[in-house]
């Protein structure tokens, strides 16, 4: 498509994108001549030196929660402790006993990535209280789940199926795109890829020092858990296909608009083609993959929440019966706003959106009188924030809000 080269390969390392190069006589390709696999699979004597089931148990935390908390017959019974529970994982919250032994949780992941927030502790524990209210706005929902809410009033609306607090926004959306942002992509890009982080186990990755009992180095781990938090779980549909959940859905989504097609294999082929670096211990390779990793990976969460404000802002009318059922939508583009934050411009190993700029922009959106409920306001707001994330990425709101694949 005409714009896939502004968006995917803009920097200067965007060579390395391929895996091969691009013909046999091209004798001056920088390409590595060490072996590169074309899945994420990776051995030593004949036994796998992946793992990334630490990601994979707090994919199925979050997973929980979700099913849990939209579960419209569940919530005449919903227990506001359990789902805080589920968060810190204490006093056994899941159903699958694997994840309460696992001495796993979300909330000490939630803002805790080394390059930004290891000497930002009061910002951290602003944000781990702000997901705490979140889940205790979501208990309040439903305890008034009987009753449709209002302006002002927390309730249900769409004839029950679904819970806002009393500005219409829904808050297990806010939790779960949330999540997705400040420990799922936050851990990925900001600590797991901090070349600060992976440059501090390279004398033993020189050496191939093994960590005690396990097949792989501390690099070749970190690296594999920075994957597990994008591809880290999928189960197979009773028709035989796989299903994937939380970034990998919706890269998927954004890989079936046109105008970003590419960019699931961009950040896939990237995961791989580093750690393969990683193995043979050629840095600069792998520095290349996690700049592509984390340009392409910021974009996804931006392109939805453009793309989200435009479906919310389309259903807002004078009409209240159809206004509200653009709340949900709206929910889920202030979830993905809120994962702006921890977004990476590796250019200057910084967020494309400071912690402030993303307070005000979710502020400016739920700032009506009424919050969503006051359709006239909300619809000006979203087309103007929209255009502000859209310019920030480079990307225009037209190509975001192109339609995708499914997720």
Request: proline share 2%; aromatic share 12%; glycine share 8%.
């Amino acid at each position: 498509m005409r714009f896939k080269s502004i968006f995917f390969y803009v920097l200067p390392v965007a060579a390395s994108l391929a895996l091969t190069s691009c013909s046999d006589d091209d004798s001056s390709s920088n390409e590595p001549s060490y072996n590169i696999p074309s899945t994420y699979t990776f051995e030593r004597d004949g036994q796998s030196t992946v793992d990334f089931s630490g990601q994979t148990t707090r994919l199925k935390m979050l997973l929980e929660f979700d099913a849990y908390s939209k579960n419209k017959a569940g919530f005449p019974t919903f227990d506001n402790n359990l789902v805080l529970n589920m968060f810190s994982n204490t006093n056994n919250p899941f159903s699958e006993e694997a994840l309460n032994t696992s001495g796993k949780q979300l909330r000490d992941k939630t803002a805790a990535s080394a390059d930004y927030f290891a000497s930002n502790s009061v910002e951290a524990a602003e944000i781990k209280a702000s997901f705490d209210g979140l889940f205790t706005e979501m208990g309040q929902a439903a305890a008034n789940y009987a009753t449709t809410a209002t302006p002002g009033t927390a309730g249900s609306i769409e004839d029950g199926k679904r819970l806002v607090n009393g500005k219409g926004l829904e808050p297990n959306q806010a939790i779960i795109k949330g999540l997705m942002g400040a420990c799922f992509m936050d851990q990925a890009l900001n600590n797991y890829l901090s070349i600060t982080v992976l440059d501090e186990t390279k004398l033993a990755n020189d050496a191939g020092t093994l960590e005690a009992g396990k097949n792989y180095t501390t690099m070749e781990h970190k690296w594999d858990e920075a994957y597990g938090y994008i591809f880290g779980y999928q189960t197979t549909n009773t028709d035989g296909t796989t299903k994937v959940y939380f970034w990998e859905s919706y890269l998927n989504t954004v890989n079936g608009n046109p105008f970003f097609e590419g960019i699931t294999d961009n950040i896939k082929n990237a995961f791989i083609k580093g750690r393969a670096a990683i193995v043979n211990k050629d840095y600069t390779t792998r520095n290349a993959q996690i700049a592509i990793i984390k340009e392409n990976l910021s974009k996804v969460g931006a392109v939805r929440a453009v793309y989200y404000l435009n479906e919310g802002k389309a259903l807002l009318s004078g009409d209240n019966t159809q206004t509200v059922k653009g709340f949900h939508a709206l929910s889920e583009a202030y979830g993905f706003i809120t994962g702006l934050r921890y977004t990476n411009n590796p250019a200057k190993n910084t967020s494309y959106f400071t912690a402030q700029e993303v307070k005000n922009i979710q502020e400016t959106l739920l700032g009506g009188t009424d919050g969503f409920w006051d359709a006239n306001y909300t619809s000006q707001k979203a087309t103007e924030l929209m255009e502000t994330i859209a310019q920030r990425f480079g990307f225009t709101v037209e190509q975001a809000i192109h339609e995708g694949g499914s997720h």
